[in-house]
């Protein structure tokens, strides 16, 4: 796989299980089988993501029994984290739209010349919630 790949797909990662769990509450396998599924993502970087978005206060935790085994721990999204999915979802919209008005229309070469004045400029402001780790 591309390294530039990953960095992406880590990039977004948080987005996408925002996204997720804006749908439904989900259990952890759930959340990884349907993220290795869509963006090819291992189980391995979901656990300790939904740890942080936990400590974070984006997604709160429940325990449903289950018949094949011990209780479930479901995620929820707080409303917290619909606000952090909110903002994030109008950021990508943005970087995305930027990135593709590089890349040209067909995303494989640049933009042919043109006679028609380039449009004009849009600023890109990400925000990112940072917490205190200090005692």
Known sequence: ????LVQFKKGVLELCVLALLSRTDSYGYDIASRLSEA???GEGTIYPLMRRMQK???VSTYFV???SGPPR???ALTEHGRQSLNSQRTAWTA???AVHAILGSDDTAPAAASTEPSP???TLTVQK???NTKA
């Open 120 to 122: 004009t400029p849009t």
């Open 129 to 131: 919630t940072v917490r």
């Open 73 to 75: 721990k479901y995620y």
């Open 56 to 58: 974070d206060g984006l």
């Open 1 to 4: 796989m591309e390294p530039n």
């Open 65 to 67: 029994e289950s018949s």
């Open 95 to 97: 970087f995305t739209k």
């Open 39 to 41: 963006i090819d993502m």
